[in-house]
């Protein structure tokens, strides 16, 4: 029999994840040999112990009716091992001979026409982390004019005078960088490559080391249909659009990179785009198109000064348009057909002047006197009234970061509580983006300053992404992307109830810019320094936006604690024990292989993606060290933590062990490292003090209050079961609920073994259920299809269609009941939308359904 889990959609940092490389394929110790990259494990190639790309230009052209991106990435590179000597790296002829034995490609597959197998043995070979790619010419770039900006410097040096170049001057190393991305190729400076199934390998003639290695090189090559790292799609107005998916391979089927964590680097971009699409990216500063030439594209270019994982590198591409303040009347009545009435709603993508204004009026702020109006653009939101009761902490710690234009030294930014913000989606859901993202946004961004301080990133663009899209949210430098199903599905009308998932989640993605995109994680598989952090701080953040009073917060913390705590409950009995463990690697986390290769652990595996454990177990282990010091000391430590670690990665044991050196009293209630590495890190179970406050949470005020209604609930169910159809039901007083108490008042319906047709009506018309949020229409939908109410089986067909990404396990409830109705239902609906579905929320399906 399949085992149902109780799904509850994640949410993303497009932050990679740490790993190890198979032995086949990297010179990975023989104790690992056990890793299968085909089955679990994702290879992490690049040899980062060797070189390191200090900054990617990359130079762009889409092409919708191939599903295609094509053009160039030029990688500035600097070696890390100068004074090793040269056995320590591998030869390119063993990299071969190992590549050939893990590669599923058919000989020659792979591997240009110039390659050369029977080159010397002793040549360094750099590796990157590719696949889903075609390359078609490597060549080394012609940096030789920079020698008229760095005169005196000598030629291998050029490109390091060039990285290292002082934060102040980043409008002029972006122009040296731009022009090294426009310089031609070394006469007679082809490379040779070879590509398998997860790397590019590239290496000169008799180079036998990194420090003779190319500093410059260029990179030609496309992207395929069906390469993961990108998804093209239809968006709600079934218009073309592509985005980066955050998907478990990351972005190398976007392009060739080094996608180790340790691998920082900025980057930029110029991508071309037909006229009528706008692209939204990574970057500084809000931009608006130029021409290219004659073509009937634009060019948008987008520059990134702080130095991130490749991973974190976003891009979306399509015909949506900004969310404005106010929009025309006939927004309301919203559909496809009438996408030609929003003229007004200013496509940002058009050439022309609303583009140029929208980019005019919030550029990026780099000098001081500009950084100071910057901190005044929140005056449009003076009415927002976020209380800030933590004080300003000691500036003690400075940055130990290197050197890039950090806003966390700026004391003009200190006061900036709302950065400018832009809101895109398809012309059918601007209305409900505006009353619901775009009313929000303001709110939730003064709340998170008010929590954790200076934001680390200047602007922020919210993007709803098509209906496929895998998760809830996904945070990038810069840009958030929100799935439709935060939206209201209900009227225009909103109340501060209808929108607590849309602010819940904003308050979660805005949070990662602190742990998840400033402050990473440097194994991948501690995806709790992120996930946790940020389902501990949306609570907090949200609670702030809300205003509520601090009782209010703490009974609304304590409900969402309960229903958490259901939620990790199913998961653990429903997942396997090395899934559970928020620390896979152990005492080996943050390990990598001499060159620097290694995998991230259990990444490929199929069940991952629809876990919750990092988030919830992340999740209790902070609200438990928050309650041994107190929740505002805890708050006031994670700002000093932010001080002491932005723009840098860290693993467990760096938080861990600031925080017990902080509050010196945790050694004698017996909370150590060790401790709470055997508690919560390194063990699938709960730990003692999880079952103790779960009794707790179960006692709340808001949770009294549910377990009264479902009472209630029961009592009618027994009433109808003799009752006459045409008799009226009785007449009971039901109190309003919110939505977290919605969603408990339903699961806990669902542990009831029968409720009648005239009761599933009433509940369905009492708390007019298919308008509320995704999550209570989630509840809903289980309990249509546990009671085989045949009559709503239509909500059942428009939350697997318009909620894809947290409908995956009801097409398995579907199929259980071995219900002919009910397995018709799943399979019409996995065909209206496998077009448009998330691959592997697809695989998932089609296993169950067929």
């Given at each position: 029999?399949?085992?149902?889990?109780?799904?509850?959609?994640?949410?993303?940092?497009?932050?990679?994840i740490?790993g190890?490389?198979?032995t086949?394929v990297c010179?990975m110790?023989?104790?690992e040999t056990?890793l299968?990259?085909d089955?679990?494990?994702l290879p992490?190639?690049a040899n980062t112990?060797?070189?390191?790309?200090k900054?990617?230009a990359?130079?762009?052209?889409?092409?919708f009716?191939?599903k295609?991106?094509?053009?160039?990435?030029v990688l500035?590179?600097?070696?890390?091992?100068?004074?090793e000597p040269?056995?320590?790296?591998?030869?390119h002829?063993?990299?071969l001979?190992k590549?050939?034995?893990?590669?599923?490609?058919p000989p020659?597959?792979g591997?240009?026409?110039y390659h050369?197998?029977?080159s010397p043995?002793?040549?360094?070979?750099?590796?990157?982390d590719?696949?889903?790619?075609?390359?078609?010419k490597?060549?080394?770039v012609d940096i030789t004019?920079?020698?008229d900006?760095?005169?005196?410097?000598r030629?291998r040096d050029?490109?390091?005078?060039?990285?290292s170049?002082p934060?102040a001057l980043?409008?002029?190393q972006k122009?040296l960088f731009s022009a090294?991305?426009r310089?031609?190729g070394?006469?007679?400076g082809?490379?040779?490559f070879?590509?398998d199934?997860?790397s590019l390998q590239?290496?000169?003639?008799?180079?036998?080391s990194?420090r003779?290695?190319p500093?410059a090189?260029?990179i030609?090559?496309?992207?395929?249909?069906?390469?993961?790292?990108v998804?093209?799609t239809k968006d709600?107005?079934?218009?073309a659009?592509?985005?980066?998916?955050?998907?478990?391979?990351n972005?190398?089927?976007l392009?060739?990179c080094?996608?180790p964590?340790?691998a920082m680097s900025?980057?930029q971009a110029?991508?071309?785009?037909?006229?009528?699409?706008?692209?939204?990216?990574s970057?500084?500063e809000?931009?608006?198109?130029?021409?290219?030439?004659d073509?009937?594209l634009l060019?948008?270019n987008?520059y990134?000064t702080?130095?991130?994982?490749?991973s974190t590198?976003?891009l979306a591409?399509?015909?949506?348009q900004?969310v404005?303040?106010?929009?025309?009347?006939?927004?309301?009545k919203?559909g496809r057909?009438?996408?030609?009435?929003?003229?007004?709603s200013?496509?940002?993508s058009?050439?022309?002047?609303?583009?140029s204004e929208v980019?005019?009026?919030?550029?990026?702020?780099?000098?001081?006197?500009?950084?100071?109006a910057?901190?005044?653009s929140?005056?449009q939101?003076e009415?927002v009234?976020?209380p800030d009761?933590s004080?300003?902490?000691?500036?003690?710690f400075?940055c130990?970061?290197g050197?890039y234009p950090?806003r966390?030294?700026?004391?003009?930014?200190?006061?900036?509580?709302?950065?400018?913000?832009?809101?895109?989606?398809?012309?059918?859901?601007?209305?409900?983006?505006?009353?619901?993202?775009?009313?929000?946004?303001p709110r939730?961004?003064a709340?998170?300053?008010?929590?954790?301080?200076v934001?680390?990133?200047p602007?922020l663009d919210v993007?709803?992404?098509?209906?496929?899209?895998?998760?809830?949210?996904m945070?990038s430098?810069?840009?958030i992307?929100l799935s439709?199903s935060v939206l209201?599905v209900g009227s225009?009308?909103?109340?501060?109830?209808?929108?607590?998932l849309?602010?819940?989640r904003l308050c979660?993605?805005?949070s990662?810019?602190?742990f998840?995109?400033?402050i990473g994680?440097?194994d991948?598989t501690e995806?709790?320094i992120s996930?946790?952090f940020a389902?501990?701080?949306?609570?907090?953040i949200?609670a702030r936006?809300?205003?509520?009073s601090?009782?209010?917060?703490a009974?609304q913390s304590n409900l969402?604690?309960?229903?958490?705590?259901r939620?990790l409950?199913?998961e653990l009995q429903n997942?396997?024990e090395e899934?559970?463990?928020l620390r896979?690697?152990l005492?080996?986390t943050?390990?990598?292989?001499?060159?620097?290769?290694s995998?991230?652990?259990h990444?490929?595996n199929?069940?991952k993606?629809?876990l919750?454990v990092?988030?919830l177990?992340?999740?209790f282990?902070?609200?438990?060290?928050?309650s041994q010091?107190?929740?505002q000391?805890f708050?006031?430590?994670f700002?000093l933590f932010v001080?002491?670690y932005h723009?840098?990665l860290?693993?467990?044991?760096?938080?861990?062990?600031?925080l017990l050196?902080?509050?010196?009293?945790?050694?004698?209630?017996?909370?150590t490292?060790d401790?709470?590495?055997?508690?919560?890190?390194d063990?699938?179970?709960?730990?003692?003090w999880?079952h103790?406050?779960?009794?707790?949470?179960?006692?709340?005020?808001?949770?009294?209050e549910?377990?009264?209604e479902v009472?209630k609930?029961?009592l009618?169910s027994?009433q109808?079961?003799?009752?006459k159809r045409?008799?009226?039901?009785?007449?009971?007083?039901?109190?309003?609920?919110?939505?977290?108490?919605?969603?408990?008042l339903?699961e806990?319906?669902?542990?009831k073994?029968?409720?009648?047709?005239?009761?599933m009506r009433?509940l369905?018309?009492t708390?007019?259920?298919?308008?509320q949020d995704?999550e209570?229409?989630?509840?809903?939908?289980?309990?249509v299809?546990?009671h085989?109410?045949?009559?709503t089986?239509g909500?059942v067909?428009?939350f697997?269609?318009h909620?894809q990404a947290?409908g995956?396990?009801l097409y398995g409830e579907?199929m259980?009941?071995e219900?002919?109705k009910?397995q018709?239902?799943?399979?019409?609906?996995?065909?209206?939308?496998?077009e448009?579905?998330d691959?592997?929320a697809?695989?998932v399906v089609e296993e169950?359904?067929?």
């Amino acid at each position: 029999m399949l085992t149902i889990k109780s799904f509850y959609c994640h949410a993303n940092v497009s932050l990679l994840i740490p790993g190890r490389l198979p032995t086949n394929v990297c010179d990975m110790e023989a104790e690992e040999t056990d890793l299968n990259p085909d089955k679990d494990d994702l290879p992490l190639c690049a040899n980062t112990n060797h070189m390191l790309v200090k900054h990617y230009a990359l130079d762009l052209t889409v092409h919708f009716d191939r599903k295609v991106i094509s053009g160039s990435v030029v990688l500035f590179l600097e070696p890390t091992a100068a004074g090793e000597p040269e056995e320590h790296y591998e030869t390119h002829t063993a990299l071969l001979k190992k590549n050939d034995q893990c590669s599923n490609d058919p000989p020659g597959v792979g591997t240009a026409t110039y390659h050369i197998k029977s080159s010397p043995d002793r040549h360094f070979t750099l590796v990157l982390d590719c696949c889903d790619v075609t390359v078609s010419k490597v060549e080394q770039v012609d940096i030789t004019f920079l020698s008229d900006s760095f005169p005196g410097v000598r030629p291998r040096d050029l490109i390091r005078e060039l990285t290292s170049m002082p934060s102040a001057l980043w409008r002029r190393q972006k122009e040296l960088f731009s022009a090294c991305g426009r310089a031609p190729g070394v006469d007679g400076g082809l490379l040779h490559f070879h590509t398998d199934r997860w790397s590019l390998q590239v290496w000169k003639q008799e180079v036998s080391s990194p420090r003779e290695f190319p500093r410059a090189f260029r990179i030609w090559y496309e992207t395929k249909p069906t390469g993961g790292s990108v998804r093209w799609t239809k968006d709600q107005d079934n218009r073309a659009c592509v985005y980066t998916a955050g998907s478990p391979i990351n972005n190398r089927a976007l392009f060739p990179c080094q996608e180790p964590p340790v691998a920082m680097s900025t980057w930029q971009a110029t991508v071309r785009a037909p006229r009528d699409c706008v692209v939204l990216m990574s970057g500084e500063e809000q931009v608006a198109p130029a021409e290219d030439g004659d073509t009937s594209l634009l060019m948008w270019n987008y520059y990134v000064t702080m130095p991130m994982p490749a991973s974190t590198f976003t891009l979306a591409v399509g015909h949506w348009q900004q969310v404005l303040a106010q929009l025309p009347p006939a927004c309301g009545k919203g559909g496809r057909e009438r996408s030609h009435e929003f003229g007004e709603s200013v496509p940002v993508s058009s050439h022309g002047g609303s583009s140029s204004e929208v980019a005019k009026a919030s550029s990026l702020y780099t000098d001081r006197e500009e950084r100071t109006a910057c901190s005044g653009s929140s005056s449009q939101h003076e009415s927002v009234s976020v209380p800030d009761h933590s004080a300003m902490l000691d500036d003690g710690f400075p940055c130990s970061h290197g050197d890039y234009p950090c806003r966390f030294v700026e004391r003009t930014l200190k006061s900036q509580r709302v950065i400018p913000h832009r809101v895109f989606a398809p012309v059918s859901l601007l209305q409900k983006a505006q009353t619901g993202i775009l009313a929000l946004l303001p709110r939730c961004l003064a709340a998170a300053h008010a929590v954790l301080g200076v934001h680390p990133f200047p602007r922020l663009d919210v993007l709803i992404v098509p209906a496929g899209f895998s998760s809830l949210g996904m945070a990038s430098p810069h840009i958030i992307f929100l799935s439709q199903s935060v939206l209201q599905v209900g009227s225009s009308f909103s109340t501060e109830n209808s929108l607590s998932l849309c602010g819940s989640r904003l308050c979660h993605e805005i949070s990662h810019s602190w742990f998840g995109l400033v402050i990473g994680a440097r194994d991948w598989t501690e995806e709790w320094i992120s996930e946790g952090f940020a389902t501990f701080l949306e609570d907090i953040i949200w609670a702030r936006a809300q205003q509520l009073s601090l009782p209010e917060a703490a009974e609304q913390s304590n409900l969402k604690a309960l229903l958490r705590w259901r939620r990790l409950s199913d998961e653990l009995q429903n997942s396997g024990e090395e899934l559970q463990i928020l620390r896979p690697n152990l005492e080996k986390t943050g390990q990598a292989s001499e060159s620097g290769s290694s995998t991230v652990k259990h990444a490929l595996n199929p069940d991952k993606p629809f876990l919750q454990v990092h988030y919830l177990k992340g999740y209790f282990l902070l609200r438990f060290l928050a309650s041994q010091v107190g929740e505002q000391q805890f708050i006031n430590f994670f700002r000093l933590f932010v001080k002491k670690y932005h723009g840098q990665l860290i693993l467990s044991q760096d938080f861990l062990q600031m925080l017990l050196s902080t509050f010196p009293d945790l050694a004698r209630k017996g909370l150590t490292l060790d401790a709470i590495y055997a508690d919560w890190l390194d063990r699938p179970e709960f730990p003692r003090w999880l079952h103790e406050r779960s009794a707790v949470w179960s006692e709340a005020t808001l949770v009294e209050e549910v377990k009264a209604e479902v009472a209630k609930w029961i009592l009618l169910s027994h009433q109808g079961k003799g009752r006459k159809r045409k008799r009226s039901e009785p007449k009971v007083n039901y109190k309003e609920l919110t939505s977290e108490q919605l969603v408990l008042l339903l699961e806990l319906l669902l542990e009831k073994t029968k409720l009648s047709a005239s009761t599933m009506r009433a509940l369905a018309r009492t708390y007019d259920l298919r308008n509320q949020d995704a999550e209570v229409r989630h509840r809903w939908c289980e309990l249509v299809v546990k009671h085989r109410h045949a009559h709503t089986y239509g909500d059942v067909e428009r939350f697997l269609l318009h909620d894809q990404a947290m409908g995956v396990y009801l097409y398995g409830e579907l199929m259980v009941q071995e219900d002919a109705k009910q397995q018709a239902l799943a399979r019409r609906c996995l065909t209206l939308a496998s077009e448009e579905m998330d691959q592997s929320a697809r695989t998932v399906v089609e296993e169950m359904v067929l």
